[in-house]
């Protein structure tokens, strides 16, 4: 089972900050939070992870709190084409201590 | 970089056939990962491989469904007799390790599978 919280879904106008959230309080030491999303038929795409610290890329910033029991993923500007399934996910690195169980996730609704 | 390469894109098939799905991961990955997602079950890991070998495949529904990776390009889904539950998208994706960092997993597109 998915050891994750996430809305169904959220809607988001094109141009604003989406700011996706996520629970994950049983979350142990080790665990890293990825995120993941999925635009329709196609295979999902990795977007960020972290351990503690809050994390940036091209794609987007992950905020973690201090006692790590939930993150929120920031994509600043939304645009249409990020409308899709955002997974976040607990785990041991894939491949090595576990793998990724995909939850859910939330369905982001960009519109103009 | 191709990326995670599926084939085919598309397979109808009938119930009782045999079906075999194809994955080339990305080169220099050295693990390979198959899931499939349903409306119904999400997405769920099937199997997963580490330098072709299988490491975890608790996740294979049933004795229908067998995976191999004879090299570290290529490797297949087969499932026989096929049948309608089976009908579902299969992603492959892979990834690396390299010391103690793991990258990511790169997913392909998938195959979407119906069985009629």
């Known amino acids: 089972d998915a050891k994750t919280t996430q809305p169904p879904s959220m809607d988001c106008a094109e141009g604003r900050a989406a700011n996706l959230p996520c629970n994950h309080s049983t979350i142990s030491g080790n665990e890293y939070v990825y995120w993941y999303r999925q635009i329709h038929s196609q295979g999902p795409q990795y977007i960020i992870h972290?351990?503690?610290n809050n994390e940036t890329n091209e794609m987007a910033s992950l905020i973690i709190t201090e006692d790590r029991k939930s993150s929120t993923l920031i994509l600043p500007h939304a645009t249409l084409r990020d409308t899709a399934v955002y997974y976040c996910i607990v785990s041991y690195p894939a491949g090595s201590q576990g793998n990724l169980i995909f939850g859910k996730g939330t369905k982001l609704s960009v519109k103009p | 970089d191709a990326g995670v390469i599926q084939s085919p894109r598309h397979e109808v098939t009938e119930m009782g056939q045999e079906v075999t799905l194809r994955c080339k991961p990305i080169s220099g990955h050295d693990y390979l990962f198959w899931y499939r997602q349903t409306m119904m079950r999400g997405l769920e890991l099937l199997i997963y491989?580490?330098?072709?070998?299988?490491?975890?495949d608790s996740g294979m529904p049933e004795d229908r469904f067998s995976a191999k990776m004879p090299n570290a390009s290529f490797s297949t889904l087969k499932i026989q007799p096929s049948e309608p539950r089976d009908s579902a998208v299969y992603f492959c994706?892979?990834?690396?390790?390299?010391?103690?960092?793991?990258?990511?997993?790169?997913f392909g597109n998938g195959t979407r599978l119906t069985v009629t």
């Open positions: 972290g351990l503690k």
């Open positions: 994706a892979s990834s690396f390790r390299t010391g103690s960092y793991n990258s990511p997993l790169h």
């Open positions: 491989f580490n330098n072709n070998v299988p490491i975890d």
